[in-house]
């Protein structure tokens, strides 16, 4: 309960400087966006036009710290101002509408290829010098060197283009309305395979091989020879004593590409036109829409310590040095 | 205490034939144990002494069935209980290990899981070799254990990093015994612990052995811990074992000794005079890919002669002892 009271205090107390630093960074940044509208048009507009466009944008000349509790109320009440791209659709709305389609592209990627990594690093550790073991790692190398992107353009453009196979782009058909009806869900999985499939194939190399060394080392643990000695079952042996703690560095690193999801998809989504974060963030940048950049970096960096979270919480589960501060200390 | 004409006509617990070790190594084969037999009786405690590298460690594991990585059984036989257990399939030897014969091992600091805790551990080993064992039965037994190794029973609710290393070797030594073994191998038990925690764990050793029965090998490069404990103690030089003789002998200075045994037992440091005398054996250990001709330990004995370059001596009985050296009984400078 201490760890978990710890933890959440520091969860908040790092969400509070990500806020603060996402209110600051754009007022040490020269101008603001009500400035480039007057530059885009060249000083045709009068100053009662920038007048209105500061007040729209929330820009004002109050002094900082009353513009920060303003802010943080705002933040509190979901309120992020207006999209410039989307003019006049709040951004929260922007945010509510790609998120689902990024956490469910992408989250969903990342998990299959940890879960599918880690199992096949504890088989190629297992059977080490085996075939699988041989081969796996060589191959998963070469896949986790592609670039990312690359992979992308190369299977939009033989499954998608040449062969049609899959859509080349967005999440689903433009036909259909959203339902939870099979055709709809058929449809997006459709549209997803394709990215999915980049991510996992990008992904799966670093997983296995990370799960493989660390299994093999703690094959050779004292701990590991001693179960072996008294008797456990092979498959206790495999899952309880040796994968149990060898997934350990990979549960941290599975916190840490939880956390990218959000932020991290911008290259796939782009190649696919795949309505999430990342897309929305390239569009953010092309169209200098501070309050949807504003907005989206929240998200991500509220995403990545969220997610820390909930694996600093599973680790306490599951690792249970980490709950004491330090050995001798209780 | 058993003589060994009572105990040679007992079915022996282990024995040890012509068991021969080598690692494979890019230079050539190193033979870690060489041509070792011996046997151990009902009850009996017998220690192994040898310094680094001598290859008792590897006899452990080679006893165990355990060894691994280059190491091989290229010769002679282990049976435990008449049984010889590299005959056995794996699902067998699983079976059959710990429920008959257990080792603990040097590492009590590493030797239990750290994501589990202690009870769980100890459940494990049972419900590995008794399936039918519901969980309260097996929490009993956990008890029991844990009385018998003088833990607070709630500890078993522990997880290992939360004890200290002595206890974590008590917890070792209580999963050892857990199934009645006729035979537990101890690995060097007290390295890792300091000298206070190490005199309680020797006592409790003798303590459970007498309580509950089983014979020990008891593997150790400390002299003076393991002819406390043990009756009978073989000696380990470079893969071979050069002497055995009884504990009790090596207090007598009369009593025939392999030149080794007698620099070992010199190199003990004797508080009983005013002055503190410890004598070392010149030289090092030998290189095991190269081992000297004839005696291996011919270049560091102070009684060689040609015969020990040219020949390698046999283990001989003298009396109750057997000593694998030419020079045994023409010691003390009677030789020219």
């Known amino acids: ?330 | 205490m058993q003589t060994s004409e009572t105990m040679e006509r007992q079915t022996p617990i282990l024995e040890v034939d012509h068991l021969t070790v080598v690692y494979e190594t890019a230079k050539g084969d190193v033979i870690a144990v060489r041509d070792v037999s011996f046997s151990l009786y009902p009850n009996e405690i017998m220690g192994l002494i040898g310094e680094s590298g001598s290859g008792k460690s590897t006899m452990a594991y080679a006893i165990l069935r355990m060894l691994k990585g280059a190491a091989r059984v290229v010769h002679g036989t282990v049976r435990i209980l008449g049984k010889d257990i590299y005959l056995l399939s794996p699902e067998e030897l699983r079976k059959f290990r710990w429920s008959h014969f257990s080792m603990v091992f040097q590492s009590a600091m590493n030797a239990l899981n750290p994501v589990m805790t202690v009870e769980a551990q100890v459940i494990d080993t049972l419900k590995s070799h008794r399936p039918h064992l519901t969980r309260l039965e097996a929490k009993e037994r956990a008890l029991e254990l844990c009385e018998l190794v003088r833990i607070d029973p709630r500890y078993l609710k522990s997880y290992p990093h939360e004890l200290s290393g002595g206890m974590r070797q008590r917890i070792v030594i209580a999963i050892a015994i857990a199934l009645e073994p006729s035979l537990v191998i101890m690995d060097e038990p007290t390295t890792a612990l300091d000298v206070v925690v190490q005199r309680s764990i020797m006592d409790q050793i003798r303590d459970i052995q007498m309580r509950v029965h089983f014979s020990i090998l008891f593997i150790s490069h400390d002299f003076s811990l393991v002819s406390e404990l043990a009756t009978r103690i073989a000696i380990m030089y470079a893969g071979q074992i050069v002497e055995f003789t009884d504990s009790h002998s090596l207090e007598d200075r009369m009593s025939l000794h392999h030149p080794y045994t007698e620099g070992l037992w010199n190199a003990i440091p004797k508080l009983a005079n005013r002055n503190i005398v410890i004598e070392g054996i010149p030289g090092g250990p030998p290189n095991l890919l190269k081992l000297p001709e004839g005696c291996s330990f011919h270049p560091r004995c102070r009684y060689k002669s040609e015969i020990c370059s040219a020949q390698t001596p046999e283990l001989k009985t003298y009396g109750t002892y057997e000593i694998a050296c030419h020079h045994v009984l023409d010691k003390e400078g009677h030789h020219d």
């Open chain 1, 1 to 330: 309960m201490r760890y978990f009271a710890q933890r959440f205090g520091f969860f908040i107390l790092s969400l509070w400087a990500a806020i603060t630093i996402n209110f600051l960074l754009p007022r040490f940044m020269p101008g603001n966006p009500a400035e480039v509208m007057i530059t885009r048009y060249q000083g045709r507009l009068n100053p009662l036009v920038l007048h209105s466009l500061e007040l729209q944008f929330g820009i004002s000349h109050q002094p900082l710290w009353q513009q920060y509790v303003t802010y943080v109320q705002n933040m509190i009440h979901g309120q992020f101002g207006l999209s410039i791209t989307y003019y006049p659709v709040p951004v929260i709305s922007v945010i509510e509408n790609s998120l689902p389609w990024t956490l469910g592209l992408a989250g969903t990627a990342t998990v299959v290829s940890s879960i599918l990594g880690v199992l096949l690093g504890i088989f190629a550790a297992w059977k080490r010098g085996g075939m699988a073991d041989t081969l796996l790692p060589v191959v998963t190398t070469f896949t986790s060197a592609i670039p990312y992107q690359w992979l992308a353009l190369l299977l939009l453009y033989i499954f998608g283009f040449s062969l049609g196979w899959f859509p080349t782009a967005h999440s689903y058909s433009a036909t259909l309305s959203p339902s939870l009806h099979p055709a709809f869900i058929g449809n997006v999985l459709d549209h997803a395979i394709l990215p999915a499939t980049t991510m996992i194939v990008t992904a799966l190399g670093g997983w296995l091989l990370g799960m493989r060394n660390n299994m093999i080392h703690t094959l050779g643990e004292d701990y590991v020879v001693f179960a072996e000695a008294k008797g456990v079952t092979q498959k206790r042996l495999k899952y309880m004593y040796a994968a149990r703690n060898a997934m350990l560095p990979s549960l941290t690193g599975f916190g840490m590409a939880l956390g990218f999801v959000v932020g991290g998809s911008v290259l796939v989504e782009s190649v696919f036109s795949y309505p999430g974060i990342g897309y929305q963030l390239v569009t953010a940048v092309q169209n200098e829409d501070y309050p949807l950049m504003q907005g989206l970096f929240l998200i991500i960096a509220v995403s990545v310590l969220l997610a820390n979270f909930i694996v600093e919480m599973l680790y306490g589960k599951l690792d249970p040095r980490v709950k004491k501060g330090g050995a001798g200390r209780s």
